[in-house]
């Protein structure tokens, strides 16, 4: 992956293809053609609550209804369970007859999908009612929802996201195995995390120049690849952009990307947040830094007293109304019961809500930065999470901070060894109940937004635990 596509500074926004944000509804689609005449369907994608991608193919005749008028998919799709499957506790698919949305092309997404086996391209979309309005149950109005009190103070986010994965070994198997890389000479695979290892990238190297022709075709902005912290697990990262809608697009295309080159190549690929469990969890980090009207970095200060960094009293206040927040959006930042299986001791993954610089075991990271770069990295939520709702409720946090004037507690310094203390919900239920007492973000996700998400989790984690698994009988069946 390239290490910089802007070339600029972190602050500068990356920049964007031509004719993606065409004048008229077909302009993408126009575009699109010019450059791929001979696609032969349309991939239209959705992002449910979860962040899972649903949706529909579209064949050739019918590609310019897609992007105008839009296409219709039944409301419920937003409030599906990880299984597909409507909820029982509301009356979204069921008792309202199921009706259907229009849904329309999300403008920077419209793109040819150059793993598939035809001619084939995608858009994602965003869902709205009969007479235009937004509909209340999509994430990515949510977020709009929630951007709305900061760009009020004249305050505009830049964001980057980065993302965790594993690759998983492609023969069948009962259960899946991490991809591992094999000792030169040799069919035994090779021990040990191999934090960074070069050769373990190069070994994939076919794969990560497929994942990078696929992001720059798709115009996604990726960075840097790295070997993460186990065997088979690795990192992209997603460069700044000055729109927090259209870096969650990017985070879920990236997503898919990695996916569908994966199976190209004979392999599998997962954002589980713990999918095995002696290896370390993958997690979903999130950079923001807030620009004023005048482009200056309002949480860059005038000197270094924080710690040696030039740390603003904004960049106090909204580090403090994430620590506020951080409690009751525990169900977002980790939203199914796998998400738990992540929260472990020792395991470099927050367990509180502290904060410091240049320290990794801790929730809200200050990395070390120039004052034009100075900005908060959460690293609490898992790579399983809707990045929408996220970034919703990461910029809530923010606004709530600053707008408070919350103070975020004694600051860890870098290198500083800390006793781990568990003060955040480390299981599914509890944290659902501390979002379904939340004060706070709410009034960010919206009332209505907030009261169905908890049901339909809530929902799903009532079904979870209904199921009687392998476990139970390995633990039960023979002695009990």
């Known amino acids: 992956m390239s290490t910089n596509r802007s070339g600029g500074k972190r602050n500068e926004p990356a920049p964007r293809r031509g004719g993606r944000r065409g004048a008229g509804p077909t302009a993408a689609l126009d575009r699109l053609l010019e450059l791929h005449p001979r696609t032969e369907l349309i991939e239209v994608l959705f992002a449910d609550i979860n962040g899972m991608l649903r949706g529909k193919r579209v064949g050739r005749e019918d590609f310019r209804k897609v992007f105008e008028p839009g296409v219709s998919l039944p409301g419920a799709t937003a409030l599906l369970d990880s299984k597909g499957m409507t909820i029982d506790a509301i009356s979204n698919g069921s008792a309202d007859g199921d009706p259907d949305m229009i849904c329309r092309p999300i403008p920077g997404t419209t793109a040819a999908v150059p793993w598939a086996m035809r001619p084939t391209a995608q858009t994602m979309v965003s869902m709205y009612g009969i007479r235009g309005e937004p509909y209340f149950a999509d994430s990515r109005h949510v977020l709009e929802h929630a951007m709305r009190p900061l760009a009020k103070m004249g305050l505009r986010p830049v964001v980057a996201i980065e993302l965790e994965f594993y690759l998983l070994d492609g023969a069948a198997a009962e259960t899946p195995r991490p991809r591992l890389g094999r000792i030169p000479g040799t069919s035994l695979p090779q021990d040990g995390p191999q934090y960074n290892s070069l050769d ?56 898919r990307v990695v996916k569908g080159v994966a199976r190209r190549h004979g392999m599998g690929a997962c954002f589980m947040a713990k999918p095995f469990a002696e290896s370390a969890g993958s997690g979903m980090h999130v950079h923001v830094s807030l620009l004023d009207s005048r482009g200056r970095n309002v949480f860059a200060g005038a000197d270094g007293d924080s710690g040696g960094l030039p740390i603003s009293r904004q960049l106090r206040h909204a580090v403090g109304g994430l620590v506020a927040t951080m409690d009751e959006g525990m169900a977002i930042f980790a939203p199914n019961a796998n998400s738990y299986r992540r929260m472990r001791p020792a395991s470099f993954v927050p367990l509180t809500p502290n904060w410091g610089i240049n320290h990794r075991r801790l929730a809200l990271r200050i990395p070390l930065a120039a004052a034009s770069d100075m900005r908060v990295e959460h690293r609490v939520a898992g790579a399983d999470a809707n990045p929408y709702l996220v970034m919703a409720a990461v910029l809530g946090g923010i606004h709530h901070g600053l707008t408070r004037r919350c103070e975020p507690g004694p600051m860890v310094p870098a290198g500083a060894v800390i006793d781990e203390v568990i003060t955040l919900p480390t299981r599914w239920e509890q944290a659902l109940g501390a979002f379904e007492r939340g004060s706070v973000l709410p009034g960010y996700l919206g009332e209505d937004f907030a009261r169905i998400y908890a049901i339909c989790r809530r929902g799903e984690c009532e079904r979870f635990h209904a199921e009687i698994g392998r476990q139970d009988y390995e633990w039960y069946l023979r002695n009990v």
């Not at 070997?227 to 697990?233: D, R």
């Not at 809608?245 to 985070?251: E, K, M, S, V």
């Open 200 to 255: 373990d990238l190069a070994d994939l190297d076919a794969y990560f120049a497929d994942v990078d022709a696929a992001c720059r075709e798709q115009d996604i902005p990726a960075s840097a690849a790295l070997a993460e912290f186990a065997p088979g697990q690795y990192e992209i990262n997603l460069h700044h952009v000055d729109d927090p809608l259209l870096a969650c697009a990017h985070a879920l295309m990236l997503k």
